[in-house]
Every structure is written in structure tokens, then in C-alpha cells.
């Protein structure tokens, strides 16, 4: 069946009543655009549980500081509706900018202990903005499931908490990170990359994974674990933005991880002008 595109809130919320008249269940992928797999695992995980998914593709201006990549942040919509199309998605939400934020717009979500830190410290205002876009496209979509990336672990844990404190009545999934086959991580962003620094950015996951085997291997202690990711970026010329050990419920820092304790090990760096972001779960 064809996609069917929305581009106002209107069309949505006639959607949404005729969904919920008829007792249809929705899943809802909300994206950026510039779709890989893992956009599309989120959409078929969505199409297994409801009976319908739909995908909003909005790259919000409030997520993004001042000199940040918002303007260049890359776009192919015709190529992403196709996908969507391909992936049993029914329905598409592409609004403008001034259609999710009119004049007179004021209201924002900010979500407080998770979004602190991390992207939330080094990328002041961006769970705001996050946090307000997803609030808004949930309460217009009304969906029973929402699906999310592990990828963007802290994102995850600020819509979880959202949804939970607001009552929502949505349940939130998070599902694995897509990643190529050397590891990694999927993300509209490496198409920034050159193939010089494509082998650079492999350091995060490299890293990473480093450090899931040397937990295995018995080093437990942050302070390890955080400097096998550090000296993979060092020899790679990665900037770090930041590598830190986290609980992985509460986000809450952690000095190691103890036995039974489920932790994530989180890496954001710069690869020249490219940030990329990448996160593994470290089990005790
Ligand atoms: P974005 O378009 O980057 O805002 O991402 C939209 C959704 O796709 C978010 O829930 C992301 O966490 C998720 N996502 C992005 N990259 C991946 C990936 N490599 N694997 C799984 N999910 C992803």
C-alpha cells in the first residue's frame, strides 16, 4: 500500500481519531531522516507489534546549538519515503518548522537528572528540544508503542522518563544499535565522513568493545575501562567529548561495575568535524 504523507498537525489529529474510532494499535518511529537500517529495524520491529506504523521525519531546529550541523544536516526525502514505503510503514509525518513551532510558540519538556551530562552537558538545551518534539508528536499520534535506538542511549532514558512522569500511556522500546559490519555504529551523520575518517571513527566502537572483553576478562574498575576507550580514540586522532561509565537505568556516574550491576559504557568524540556518538552495555 502506498505511504501516506501528513505534513500538519490537523491531518494528524483527523488520522489519530479515525485510528482509534477504528481500535487500530499504532507504533511510532520517530526520525531525522537520511533512513539506514537502523531506522528500519525500529519501523519492521513496529509493523510486528501494531497494526499500524507510521514514522515522523523532522529534524528539529531545537535540538540543535547554535553552531551545530542543523543547516547541513543531511536530507532525502523522496529516498526515505521510498524506504518507509519498502518497510511497511503506512503513514509519514513530515511538518515544516513553523508547523511544530508557530509564532507564539513557548512551551518546552525539560526533563531533568537524565537529560544532565554527557549530551546533555556538552550540548546545552538539546534534550529540551528533544524532549518537547517527541512530547508533541506523542500526544498527536496517541501511539501504544514508540520505538527508539539504544544508539542514542541517553535519549532513550530521557523519553522513558518523560513518558512515565507525564503519563503518557505509551510504552517506549528501545531496541539495539544497527551496526555495519565492522562495527560501526549506523547514523545519518557518517555520511559526513571521508573514508580516511571513516576508518578513524571505528575507534568508538573498537573501544567499546574492548572494554566489554576486558570486563569479561575481570576489570571492573571505571577508571580502566573509561581508558582503553580513551587510548583507542587517542591513537585514532578522535577528540574525545566525552567517555563515562553510567548506571543503565538511572544514568547516574559509576566508579565500576559491580557484580549483577547492569552499566553502559558511553564514548561521544569529534572526527574533524563530525561528532559521532556510540554506547555498549557492560553487565557485571
Ligand atoms: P535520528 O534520525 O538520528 O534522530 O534517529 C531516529 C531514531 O533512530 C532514534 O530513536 C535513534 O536512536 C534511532 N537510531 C539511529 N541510529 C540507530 C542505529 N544505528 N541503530 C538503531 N537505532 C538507531
Do not use: W
Not at 583507542?232 to 586522532?237: G, R, S
Not at 559509576?254 to 549483577?260: C, D, E, M, P, R
Not at 547492569?262 to 564514548?267: C, D, F, H, N, S
Amino acid at each position: 500500500m502506498a505511504i501516506t504523507v501528513f505534513t500538519t498537525p490537523a491531518q494528524v489529529r483527523d488520522f489519530t481519531r479515525g485510528r482509534q474510532r477504528e481500535r487500530h494499535t499504532l507504533a511510532l518511529v520517530p526520525t531525522m531522516g537520511f533512513l539506514h537500517e537502523g531506522h528500519l529495524s525500529l519501523m519492521r520491529a513496529g509493523r510486528t507489534s501494531c497494526d499500524i506504523t507510521a514514522v515522523t521525519i523532522f529534524v528539529n531546529p531545537t535540538q540543535f546549538g547554535p553552531t551545530e550541523d542543523l543547516s547541513r544536516y543531511p536530507r532525502d526525502v523522496r529516498g526515505d519515503l521510498a524506504k518507509c514505503e519498502a518497510a511497511g510503514v503506512g503513514f509519514a509525518y513530515l511538518p515544516e518548522p513553523s508547523s511544530v513551532y508557530p509564532p507564539g510558540y513557548q512551551t518546552y519538556v525539560d526533563v531533568e537528572r537524565v537529560s544532565q551530562g554527557l549530551c546533555g552537558g556538552r550540548r546545552p538545551g538539546h534534550f529540551r528540544g528533544v524532549a518537547t518534539v517527541v512530547t508533541k508528536f506523542l500526544s498527536l499520534f496517541r501511539p501504544e508503542l514508540a520505538l527508539f535506538g539504544e544508539k542514542d542511549y541517553q535519549q532513550l532514558m530521557v523519553i522513558k522518563a518523560l513518558a512515565r512522569d507525564l503519563e503518557l500511556d505509551v510504552e517506549v522500546a528501545g531496541l539495539p544499535t544497527v551496526r555495519e559490519g565492522d562495527g560501526l555504529a549506523m547514523s545519518s551523520r557518517n555520511s559526513y565522513l571521508s573514508a580516511s575518517e571513516r576508518a578513524q571513527a571505528l575507534s568508538l566502537s573498537r573501544g567499546l568493545f574492548g572494554a566489554q572483553r576486558a570486563l569479561t576478562d575481570g576489570l571492573r574498575e571505571a577508571a580502566q575501562l573509561v581508558g582503553l576507550v580513551r587510548a583507542e580514540l587517542k591513537a585514532n586522532d578522535v577528540r574525545e567529548d566525552y567517555v563515562e561509565l553510567r548506571d543503565a537505568e538511572t544514568l547516574e556516574p559509576l566508579t565500576a561495575v559491580a557484580v549483577g550491576q547492569t552499566a553502559r559504557l558511553l564514548v561521544a568524540g569529534f572526527v574533524g568535524q563530525t561528532r559521532l556518538i556510540d554506547n555498549i552495555a557492560l553487565n557485571g
